[in-house]
């Protein structure tokens, strides 16, 4: 009942064009911040913000996510007996698995630079070579940001290795029949020209 409430393509349409809105917000606020020099500890409250507060509250709603899911499970094995319990266990774990990996990942990519360069500023200044090393590498990484869910669903999701497969397996005999098909048809009119010739 909850998921026909709150899972309606409606919301789902307002949900994207909201995030976008706050997303192109969000871009021109820092533009302006950043080109203007209007005021450096703003600049700084911003990045630490974007960078370490939105992912750290991303994999919080994915965690309660992750945590309804469990519990609506449970609640129907407790209703439905057993034989449900185990299907629905299985179905729902690895989706969950995945939720939680995403988030993860996601956070470790975008939320180590905010917290390093907060260390760099607080640490002495004996280790703040050490924190500009990690910072430089993490900084590296997070153009990963952008791939890192093909890798992930692949890893932790069986249906979706499977869909992957049937994908290149359709491609693959699609591209077997073109090909035959055009020597088929070469073999044809290489059979027609040698009729004509006799």
């Not at 359709?170 to 290489?190: E, K």
């Amino acid at each position: 009942m909850q998921a026909k409430v709150w899972c309606t393509t409606n919301k789902a349409k307002k949900v994207v064009v909201g995030l976008t809105l706050l997303t192109l917000t969000e871009a021109a606020a820092f533009i302006v911040i950043y080109n203007f020099h209007l005021n450096v500890s703003v600049l700084h409250i911003f990045y630490v913000v974007n960078h370490a507060v939105v992912p750290a509250t991303i994999l919080i709603i994915n965690l309660i996510v992750v945590y309804k899911v469990r519990r609506s499970s449970h609640y129907a094995a407790t209703n439905l007996g057993l034989q449900h319990q185990q299907s629905t266990s299985s179905s729902s774990a690895v989706p969950t698995v995945t939720l939680v990996t995403t988030s993860l990942v996601y956070v470790a990519l975008l939320g180590t630079r905010p917290i390093l360069y907060v260390a760099y500023i607080w640490v002495d200044q004996r280790f703040k070579v050490y924190v500009v090393s990690c910072y430089q590498f993490s900084a590296a990484l997070v153009p990963l940001v952008f791939a890192y869910n093909f890798f992930v669903y692949l890893i932790t999701s069986k249906q979706f290795r499977s869909g992957l497969h049937k994908l290149f397996c359709s491609c693959s005999s699609f591209s077997l029949f073109y090909s035959s098909s055009a020597t088929d048809a070469g073999t044809v009119r290489r059979r027609g020209q040698a009729d004509t010739a006799i």
